[in-house]
């Protein structure tokens, strides 16, 4: 169903398609979210800003890892939301003499609209056009995602850092790939070997689910490759100590979080970022005690003992997309 925005009084009677809306507004509303995002960020918590108070060892910062600095639509849905509420509260601010109907399915958006009506005693009709599930925090789920990680990668064989040695590293995704006789070809490599020579490459590889290849082990189904030392996972360099490690360092974020942080949306005078936190809650309790921080965790340690226990490289290759590729490697 198309959400809608209808906007009348005893003279004229208009309705606005929400999506076009944001289309036609889309610079301007991804400016006040980029803007609000940074506040965010540098908003101060007993003395610091919010993303000092993630700082780490070496120079990381999980903050700059968090889901809401990332701003990736496939992981957090609710930017949708937060920019069709941008989208929504210029209307409503627009037309405050006018009576006003949300046709919405948009639980978040709803919710968050709903709460601006009554904290501002307006007079504003919902709609509900259907009925779609609202994903909300769950500990409980980040626990059980954490231990299930260590159990997935528990059994995993152990790879010699000699393996990495060779003279060219390439990191990047284990996805866009072909595979033909007995052998993974990646296509964003597509034409490497006539620059470097194949035998004088290592791959170090990010692994990511499919429906054919749901872990590293299926691997061995359908390719030798893996037997060899062309191909390593990152996760084949993860170690009891690591994981312990990073348990400990999670637990005193977890800490932190409830005696300095939580509930720091109440303390903000800036109408916007409020709800801008209140609706990407889920991602921020995902980044900052969920199964997100503790996986963020790893990936820093793994990266950390690689980098320090292989030689230093004369060229290298990266292609991460993501944010530990991007601040962290």
């Given amino acids: 169903m198309i959400e809608k925005v209808l906007i009348y009084n005893q ?25 609000l995002v940074y506040d965010l960020s540098n908003f101060k918590i007993k003395n610091k800003i919010l993303k000092n108070h993630y700082n780490i060892f070496k120079n990381h910062n999980l903050w700059e890892m968090s889901l809401i600095q990332e701003k990736n639509t496939l992981k957090s849905k609710s930017i949708f939301s ?21 046709f919405l399915h948009d639980k978040l958006l709803i919710n968050s609209l709903k709460d601006y009506s009554n904290k501002n005693k307006l007079s504003l009709n919902f709609e509900i056009i259907s009925d779609s599930p609202q994903q909300l925090f769950s500990f409980l ?15 995993l064989k152990r790879k010699n850092f000699k393996n990495l040695d060779s003279e ?34 290592s791959w170090l590889q990010i692994f990511i689910p499919n429906q054919k290849i749901k872990t590293i082990q299926n691997i061995n189904k359908y390719s030798n490759l893996s037997k060899t030392n062309n191909l390593q996972f990152i996760e084949n360099y993860l170690n009891l ?25 109440d ?13 990407q809650k889920k ?27 292989i030689k230093k490289k004369s060229l290298d290759c990266t292609y991460l997309k993501i944010k530990i590729g991007k601040k962290h490697l």
């Fill in 241 to 265: 100590k690591i994981k312990f490690k990073a348990f400990l360092i999670y637990m005193k974020f977890f800490f932190k979080f409830f005696f300095e942080i939580k509930n720091f949306e």
């Fill in 168 to 201: 060219t590293l390439i990191m990047s995704y284990f996805a866009h790939y072909k595979f033909n006789k007995n052998e993974f070809k990646f296509l964003n490599w597509k034409g490497i070997e006539n620059v470097i020579d194949k035998k004088k490459i």
């Fill in 267 to 279: 303390k903000t005078k800036n109408e916007l970022l409020y709800y801008l936190i209140k609706i």
């Fill in 283 to 309: 991602d921020i309790l995902d980044s900052l005690i969920g199964f997100h921080l503790y996986q963020n965790l790893i990936w820093i340690l793994v990266f950390e003992s690689i980098f320090s226990n």
């Fill in 82 to 102: 937060i920019i069709k509420f941008f989208a929504c509260y210029e209307l409503i601010n627009q037309n405050k003499k006018k009576k006003i109907t949300f």
């Fill in 11 to 35: 003279k004229l009677s208009k309705e606005i398609i929400l999506k076009d809306y944001v289309e036609k507004q889309s610079d301007h509303l991804k400016k006040k979210y980029l803007d």
């Fill in 141 to 155: 789920n980040s626990f059980l995602s954490i231990i299930k990680f260590n159990i997935k990668n528990f059994f």
